[in-house]
């Protein structure tokens, strides 16, 4: 990858990796701070090296209630540490010059605290791509909306197997960049098994008019990483990364662990749709 | 059972004529304050408790089942105590008691648990979930679930079920399964994350029966309107005796749900100053305390925008409290809405006021509160005592008269008070002499 002065949006790069790669994005997320900053800005690097995307940073926050215990824990940490929300924008901007988006997910009264246009101003200058936002539904986010169109960043909503059809599409309007789809009811965490919801999931939030919908919620093998690939535009990962880097072993270890856990997830997303090209209507035929 | 009630000739609702009437405000918003903060997974499970309990509302099938839930499984209507001797320690005022105490389960957490377990069974769900802090809500939610047939899981903080052992004891004898929240500060904040993750995960088969005026739209609406009939008994009752509306109501503020109960009937009275207590822990100036109208800001938590105590990154800052049922860092966004229009006053009360009300309820009244209501005991003294400072009266010079919600009996807390009071050990009289000179 070569540093470039503006990443582009992630929209931008699923198109590319869809039609020149023939191949779904793996977004990978961390959470800023864990085990501190310096360290979290090594653990991003190894991910962007080993073959993740995009990248989804995590802001820590007191009460993450659509995390499970793994991400809970890390969370824990890096707020242990001092991890502090004005220490996102340098990572942001560290992990942009690599050439990748960079989203951030955050729980909403952290920019509501800081602020929800400085905090899409200081984001947009740092190259960020935009925000995730987990308890923010487009009926709450009149502000967010108006700032991520004033500073050109991308809104990801998400929607659930939970979703009738009116909200998808209004999810589906009002995100930008794209749409997250949580493959099952629950939590963040390693699953052994991810619903065959989320199939139907992407093809009625497609139907409902969004052009890239992203999956995520429990993904955590090569092997889980294709079968989501067949169908999503991009595969998001975040507990399977923060799990090797948990624990007393020595850090140059964790970051061992960490690539060999990316470059599984990395082969999955490349092998999702080798030899399947039949299928590649109900991944690419929705696009315009 | 309300207009009836509303006494001619009285100082009511001559603005409030004129515009809506704030008892009648409908989410999600309450001013500036609530809304729906929370995962997308959530909202057609809210969508469907909103509308499940607007048409059961409507619907006598339902309205009847609850009234004779009410009265024959609860007590109700609970009983207005005016209490003479303690009244002695609050310059002169007169002093009714709401005996939400005197509720089946022990306070007034039942009247919202009824509500929401018979709207369970009218959505087919076979699940409940609860948050508890003291535990009052976990019993009531226990007990709905025993009688009404239905799983019961209660998510406490781990130093809740160590602070309220007996309540836990109580719910599992009931049939729960009790589980205490390993993460975070241990308290009823964490127990509620624990109970969103559940529900998110389970939404299909589960209804989550928050416990009191916080959370999501419906359920600030919703949790009140299943608690309006306190203050509509208690405006009929104080009147019936008195003749007149009182002059001001008090109330213990965690979430909120006994105060807006109390305060809803009175909120179109101009002339009824409305007082909410909230925990002050051991000083508002330590910062340990859970006086959010003192030392939060407007910021949202477990769904809602409302007062908050947080830190200047909006993350959420340790509560404290004597009393686990006021240990909480937000409040419910109705609270906000009538504290920044100036309807209601907010002010805190510390462990040690609230303590000593405790005491001299017990001494002088034979009346055992729960720590959570003492903190309404003791600003009701508060009240009454700047009343006659201040040389104020009822009208024609009757004395000042003062509307307490005592929201919950005092059983669960005997061991803290016990503790607190040094009753236990051999030194225990030195010890409450030397308590003695605070009060």
């Known amino acids: 990858m070569t540093v470039t002065a503006t990443t582009p949006g992630s929209a931008a790069t699923l198109a590319r990796l869809r039609d020149e790669e023939g191949r779904p994005a793996l977004v990978g997320y961390l959470p800023i701070g864990f085990p501190d900053v310096q360290r979290s800005v090594e653990a991003l690097n190894t991910l962007v090296d080993h073959g993740v995307d995009m990248i989804e940073l995590g802001l820590p926050y007191t009460d993450p209630v659509m995390d499970g215990p793994t991400i809970q824990a890390a969370a824990q940490q890096a707020l242990d540490s001092g991890t502090r929300v004005r220490d996102l924008f340098p990572v942001v901007e560290a992990v942009a010059s690599r050439g990748v988006p960079v989203l951030v997910m955050t729980y909403w009264n952290l920019v509501l605290r800081y602020g929800v246009d400085a905090f899409a101003s200081d984001l947009a200058g740092a190259g960020g791509a935009g925000l995730i936002t987990p308890d923010l539904i487009p009926d709450e986010a009149g502000r967010w909306i108006a700032a991520s169109e004033a500073h050109g960043l991308d809104r990801v909503f998400l929607v659930a197997p939970s979703s009738t059809p009116e909200r998808l599409a209004l999810t589906a309007r009002a995100s930008r960049g794209f749409v997250y789809a949580a493959s099952t009811m629950g939590v963040t965490g390693e699953r052994t098994q991810v619903g065959a919801r989320a199939e139907q999931l992407v093809a009625d939030t497609r139907a409902a008019g969004a052009e890239h919908v992203c999956v995520g919620l429990g993904v955590s093998t090569g092997v889980q990483a294709a079968q989501v690939g067949r169908f999503a535009d991009g595969v998001i990962v975040g ?31 490349r092998s999702a749709r080798a030899g399947s090209t039949g299928d590649s209507s109900t991944t690419s035929g929705e696009t315009s | 059972m309300t207009d009836e009630t509303r006494a001619p000739g009285t100082t009511s609702g001559t603005s409030a004529a004129l515009t809506a009437r704030l008892a009648d405000v409908q989410g999600p918003y309450f001013g500036e304050f609530g809304g729906r903060f929370v995962p997308e997974a959530l909202i057609a499970a809210l969508d469907e408790v909103e509308t499940e309990y607007r048409k059961a509302l409507g619907d006598p099938a339902f309205t009847d ?38 509720n089946h389960t022990g306070s007034h957490k039942i009247n919202n648990v009824l509500g929401q377990a018979l709207l369970v069974k009218r959505m087919g769900k076979k699940r409940l979930i609860a948050e508890t802090g003291a535990g009052q809500h976990g019993v009531a939610t226990a007990t709905a679930a025993a009688l009404m047939d239905l799983e019961c899981v209660i998510y406490m903080g781990e130093e809740d079920t160590r602070r309220q052992a007996l309540n836990v004891a109580r719910m599992r004898l009931l049939g729960a399964e009790v589980i205490p929240v390993t993460i975070g500060s241990r308290t009823l904040k964490d127990a509620i994350n624990e109970a969103l993750r559940d529900w998110v995960a389970n939404v299909e088969t589960t209804h ?52 807006l109960g109390i305060f809803n009937a009175f909120l179109d009275d101009d002339g009824v100053a409305l007082f909410g207590f909230e925990a002050g822990g051991e000083g508002v100036e330590t910062g340990r305390h859970a006086a959010r109208f003192s030392g939060g800001a407007p910021g949202v938590l477990h769904g809602a925008r409302s007062y908050l105590m947080q830190d200047d990154d909006g993350q959420t800052l340790p509560s404290h409290s004597v009393s686990a049922g006021l240990d909480y860092p937000s409040v419910g966004p109705a609270h906000s809405w009538l504290h920044d229009l100036g309807r209601a006053t907010y002010e805190p009360v510390t462990d040690v006021e609230a303590m000593d009300a405790f005491r001299l309820l017990c001494r002088t009244e034979g009346i055992i509160p729960a720590i959570e209501s003492a903190h309404a005991l003791a600003g009701a003294l508060r009240v009454g005592r700047a009343a006659e400072a201040e040389g104020r009266t009822g009208p024609d010079g009757l004395p000042y008269t003062i509307l307490v919600n005592l929201s919950g009996r005092g059983d669960k807390d005997v061991a803290t008070a016990a503790r607190w009071f040094g009753l236990l050990d051999a030194d225990a009289g030195e010890d409450l002499e030397n308590k003695e000179g605070r009060a």
């Open chain 2, 65 to 102: 089942e609850l009234a004779r839930l009410h009265r024959d499984y609860v007590g109700r209507p609970s009983p207005l105590t005016e209490v003479q001797r303690f009244a002695a320690h609050a310059g002169g005022a007169r002093v009714f008691l709401k005996r939400e105490d005197l």
């Open chain 2, 208 to 259: 989550y029966l928050l416990g009191t005026v916080t959370g999501p739209h419906p359920f600030p609406e919703m949790v009140r309107e299943f608690h309006r009939i306190i203050g509509e008994e208690a405006r009929g009752q104080v009147l019936e005796r008195t003749g007149r509306l009182p002059d001001a109501v008090a109330a213990c503020v965690g979430g909120g749900s006994n105060a």
């Open chain 1, 239 to 269: 507990s399977a990364f923060v799990r090797p880097l948990l624990g007393d072993a020595p850090w140059t270890d964790r970051l061992t662990a960490l690539a060999a856990v990316t470059e599984d997830l990395a082969s999955g997303v």
